[in-house]
Structure formats: C-alpha cells, structure tokens
C-alpha cells in the first residue's frame, strides 16, 4: 500500500462500562479522531465525544450476528490511517488486557503507522471497585492472576495451568469468561485441588446500573449462573477479599441504584438531570418530547419592545433568557437591560441572566409560578409598572395571567416549542423496559409526551412507574390526565426532583 497522508492511531481503553471511567487522555484523543472504531462493550455515550462529522465504525461483535474479523480490523485501521485519518479505535476495559489490542498495534507497526495506547480501566479492576472486593489486601492476598477461559478457538489444549493456578496461596484470581466455560473452569480448578469452599463471586455487567453480583464457593459458582440466568459481561473474581464486599459494596448501596428512569425533558436542557440520576446509580433513558428553537423576532417588533418603557422584565427560563439576548446582541440592543428590572422564577433563569452582566432583582423563596405571583405582588408595588413577559411560545401562560391582575404586561415569544417524535424503535424500547420512574420538569412536557406516545402508551407507561413532576403545576397536569402515583418536589429544581427520588426509592414500600 502507498503512503498517501500522515495518520494516526489511537488504540484507546474505556474501561468496562461507566462512561466516565475512561481517561482524560482516551477522550481527548477521541475528541481529535476523524473515524472511531468502536467494539459492543464500549459504551455509546462516549462516541458524543466526537466531533461532529467524525465517522462512527461499529465493529464488534453482536451475538448471532455476522462481524468484522480480527484481520478486517487491523486492514480497516491501516486504510483510514494511510488515508490521512486520526483514527481512535476504542475498546472495552484495557486494550492489553484480552483486548487484542497488541495485535493491531503489531499491525500498524508493521506499516510503520504512528500510534499510542491509552490504557483503560480493565473489567476485573472495575468490578473490584464497584463490588467493594478489592483485588489485594495486606496479609491477605498479596498476589493476582488475570485469566480469560475464552481462549483461542484454535488452540489445541488450554494454555491454562491448572495444576499451578489451584495450588496458589493469598492470590486473588479474576477470570473473563461467560457462564458456558464456568463448569469446565471450576471442575479443573477443583481437580486440581482448590478447596472447592473457596469464597468466590461473579459479576455480570460491572461498574453500569445493570451490575449484578453474587457470592458463593467456588463449586456452587455454575448452579448460580444457571438459576440466576447470568449473561455477559461477567467477571468471576475467586478471593477471599469477596468477605469485604458487604461493607464496602459502595455502588450497589446507592439510592438510585438500578433505577431505569426515564428523563422527558429537552435535549439541549436534559444533561444535568441525567449526571445527577447517574451519579445516585440509575440507568436514564433519554426521551425528549420537545425541543426549542429560537424565534428571530423581526425588526419592527424588537424597534416597538425597545420604545416601550418596561419596568419590570420576566423570565421564567434559561430558554427565555438564552434566546431574548442573543436576538438583542444581534441587533446590538443589549443596553435594553439598563434602568430595567428583572424577575426570574429560579435560580438557574437568575444564572443565565448573570452570565450576561445583569443582576437579577427578584426571585421568589419557592420557584413555582403561584409562589412566584404571590411573593412578586407582595414585594412590589406594581400598579403603574409595565412589565415584558418573555417566553416560549406556549399558549397558557398562568404568570401572564395572574400578573395582568396587578399591572400592564406584555408578551413577547422568543422560542418557538415543538414536539420531537421519536424513531418508532426508541418508543419501542422505552415501552419493553420495565421503567422505574418518569420524570416530568414542566407541564408542557406531561402534554407532549401524551402527544408523542398517544394515550394509550402513555397511560400504560405511566400506570407502571412513579411519576415525579418538578412543581404543583406539573403535577396538576399529570393528575388531570388521571395519572396516579405522583410524587412533587418540595424544592422545584432539577437538584429538588433527584432528592426526592432518592427518598422515595429508599423507603421500603417504594421497592
Ligand atoms: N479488554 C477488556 C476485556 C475484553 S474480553 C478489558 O480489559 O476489560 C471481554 C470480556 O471482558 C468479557 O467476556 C467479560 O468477561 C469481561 N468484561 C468486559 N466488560 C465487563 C463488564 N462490564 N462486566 C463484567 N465483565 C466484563
């Protein structure tokens, strides 16, 4: 082959399934790739990495299905690298640990290809810190064999030593394999004369929401497979450190552990949920409903809104504050804000309007809009005040309504709402998990997701889960649509819903 460009290859671990367990230095180089080469045990939220128009290449394995081999990888990193490319190829765990990680870069050198391992979290390391089994302890384990009974098909006799491994003293052994070797495994381990009482676990899915781990003595570990239908991933760690776990078993303590939940709010605003539910353990499934977009507002109507002399100026969200400004910066009218004062429900509206260099004059003690009404009335005298209502382009509005009752407003929309209907296979899925909770940060939400799954669907999602709505509003909504089971933030803020969940995933009954 003809050396067309200078590629590159990044031969990346990312660890054994929690995102953010890859390295700073695996997501930069992942950042700077043009192609990502990605295998099944990666997870797909670290592909958002990329850059936009970087190509995405799934090349693993799907059980059943038909897959790249070994030799069409290693040609496919050598074509996108000869073509110039800065190619990651991005692995489970360790790409030097059962990755076959050093047989591409074998491959790549022999084309003399630059590349780079980044190393990444391998399972068994994982899993020890997510099961609370540390691999060694002083005076107890001192040494650890990694092993994987998948093995080479072609090789002839096992590689494994048996008759050596069985015999090992203070040794912590983590074996990758799937439940079908489990048998075969522990009957030479047990022939060979491990005791066959030696404690022992297997972790299916480690370090993700999914995690499931179970103990037992080594002869007993095939019988808890079968009944307990484990599937792979898993890791079998045979140690006496297993007797640590139920105290230091931190992951699977966690409020939220395990919870499928699923987030309904928009794309552009649903992120800080997410990390805050996946930081107590859950598993969020990401459902948008809606999404926004900027209205331009035409320049005789921003020339009007500038004459008129507002007193009071009023958001109640980041998208109100966000698209407002940016059409007065393009019309060069950020003075607007000068001699006016600002209201905001909460604090995160108050933030935005910060990040521009305005101070915020009033936000209620409750960010709800009847606390809001009734604290803003009662502060202020607002008789001869003229207020700017800004907002999306919904047609209830119960601030503008209430506030009409003490003084001139008027309404300006900035962000046009539409419902975002998804693929029928995310709806699909969605449908076929057993959801835990649903979370709802606004009632036009409740709206759109009736819309976008139809009654039918809703109704039967939300008659199976909790529902969590952010304040009485949204609870309102839910509750006139007849759904039960609803559960309101004392505190209506995204950090006030996870709180809540938290209690009421930690009470017994709630289980
Ligand atoms: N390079 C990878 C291993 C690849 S071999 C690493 O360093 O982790 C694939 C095997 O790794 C699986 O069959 C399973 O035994 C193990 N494995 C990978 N991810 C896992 C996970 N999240 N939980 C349990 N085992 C996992």
Known sequence: MQRRNEGFVYIIGAGPGDPQLITLKGVNAIKKADVILFDRLVNPALLDYAKENAKKVFVGKEPGQPHRTQEEINNLLVEYALDGKIVARVKGGDPFIFGRGSEEALHLSKFGIPFEIVPGITAGIGASAYTGIPLTHRSLVTQVVFLTAHEDPQKQESQ??????????NATIVI?????????VVEELIKNGMDKDTPASIVENATTPMQRTFFAALKELPEVARVNNLQPPLVTIISPCTFFSPKLNWFEKKPLFGKKIVNTRA???SEHLTQLLEAEGAKVFSFPVFETRAIEL??????????????WLVFTSVNGVRYFIQNLIKAGKLEFFSGKKVATIGKKTAQEVNKYGFSVDFIPERFNSAKFIEEFTRKFNLQSSKILRIKGNFQVDPI?????????????????ISSLFPSKQEVDKILSESIDA???????????FFEILGEQNARALLAKAKSFAIGPMTKESLKSRGVEHVFSAEVHTIEGIVDLMKEVFKTKEAR
């Open 176 to 184: 990758y394999m799937g439940a079908s070797r489990l048998p075969f």
């Open 160 to 169: 494994i030593e048996y008759e050596h491994l069985a015999k090992l003293k």
């Open 438 to 448: 649903i979370v709802f940060t606004a009632s036009t939400t409740v709206n759109y």
């Open 298 to 311: 035409d320049s005789s109507l921003l020339e009007t809104i500038l004459q008129k002399n507002y007193n």
């Open 267 to 269: 794309k552009d605003q």
């Open 400 to 416: 503008t309504e209430n506030l009409r009752k003490y003084a001139s407003v008027d309404t300006l929309d900035v962000y046009r």
